[in-house]
């Protein structure tokens, strides 16, 4: 059975200097009501606005706290939308990966990852979210290494370990897996990634299908174990 393993991320990022681990605040994130609060109300506000207009007071009002609260938790804005970057990175690795267990058949759980991977780049919040996060970086340059370490490392380190179970059960054949997640997740999102950050256009769900299958059959020629299914 192709099951998607679960395991816990093997790196760590580094708190940036005067701000809080955003690891820790997003861990408090499931069991504090008031940090889930500031957590909302700071996605909500800086997809509507810019980055440089959104106040932790407006925050603060958004979430119903006082700005002293919202303090205790956050010593910065930098710091809330550095752990909300982290949130929103990890919970898309999850839910990338947990359709895909569903499917005992290799070839279908790879689809799987790859329609829920790309489906990140067919709403408008999550490429406004992405945007916003790259316009931060020249001036917030650890806020890079935070998206990096929540976001595309954990995807390939979820998409290296599937490959490495299923090299496992003999259906792959597959010498290097972490070049060979990074090797699937290009092949199957060629440039539509780029196409939609930068606007050209809607993101068409045919050349979506299209970008998936043609990537997917050619991981696979190179990969499939000889006589697996």
Same mark, same amino acid.
């Given at each position: 059975?192709?099951?998607?393993?679960? &395991?816990?991320?093997?790196?760590?990022?580094?708190?940036?200097?005067?701000?809080?681990?955003?690891?820790?605040?997003?861990?408090?994130?499931?069991?504090?009501? &008031?940090?889930?609060?500031?957590?909302?109300?700071?996605?909500?506000?800086?997809?509507?606005?810019?980055?440089?207009?959104?106040? %932790? #007071?407006?925050?603060?009002?958004?979430? &119903?706290?006082?700005?002293? %609260?919202?303090?205790?938790?956050?010593?910065? !804005?930098?710091?809330? =939308?550095?752990?909300?970057?982290?949130?929103?990175?990890?919970?898309?690795?999850?839910?990338?990966?947990?359709?895909?267990?569903?499917?005992?058949?290799?070839?279908?759980?790879?689809?799987?990852?790859?329609?829920?991977?790309?489906?990140?780049?067919?709403? %408008?919040?999550?490429?406004?979210?992405?945007?916003? *996060? *790259?316009?931060?970086?020249?001036?917030?340059?650890?806020?890079?290494?935070? =998206? =990096?370490?929540?976001?595309? !490392? *954990?995807?390939?380190?979820?998409?290296?370990? =599937?490959?490495? #179970?299923?090299?496992?059960?003999?259906?792959?054949?597959?010498?290097?897996?972490?070049?060979?997640?990074?090797?699937?997740?290009?092949?199957?999102?060629?440039?539509?990634?780029?196409?939609?950050?930068?606007?050209?256009?809607?993101?068409?769900?045919?050349? *979506?299908?299209?970008?998936?299958?043609?990537?997917?059959?050619?991981?696979? !020629?190179?990969?499939?174990?000889?006589?697996?299914?």
């Amino acid at each position: 059975m192709s099951r998607v393993p679960t &395991k816990t991320p093997r790196s760590k990022v580094q708190p940036m200097e005067g701000a809080a681990d955003p690891q820790v605040a997003v861990s408090e994130e499931s069991t504090n009501p &008031k940090v889930r609060q500031l957590l909302e109300a700071a996605h909500a506000l800086f997809l509507e606005h810019s980055y440089d207009s959104v106040s %932790t #007071d407006a925050i603060a009002k958004a979430a &119903k706290v006082s700005k002293a %609260t919202l303090y205790v938790y956050f010593p910065s !804005k930098e710091a809330l =939308f550095a752990t909300l970057v982290s949130q929103q990175c990890r919970q898309t690795a999850q839910a990338m990966m947990i359709s895909a267990s569903a499917s005992d058949d290799v070839e279908e759980a790879l689809r799987r990852i790859a329609q829920n991977f790309m489906g990140m780049f067919a709403t %408008t919040d999550a490429l406004a979210f992405y945007r916003t *996060i *790259i316009a931060q970086i020249p001036r917030f340059p650890q806020l890079g290494q935070v =998206f =990096f370490e929540s976001g595309p !490392k *954990i995807l390939r380190e979820r998409v290296e370990d =599937f490959l490495r #179970d299923a090299a496992a059960r003999g259906d792959l054949e597959i010498p290097d897996p972490q070049l060979a997640a990074s090797q699937f997740l290009q092949l199957v999102s060629v440039d539509v990634p780029l196409t939609g950050l930068l606007g050209l256009g809607p993101l068409q769900q045919d050349r *979506i299908e299209v970008a998936i299958e043609s990537g997917l059959a050619l991981f696979l !020629k190179g990969y499939r174990s000889p006589g697996a299914g």
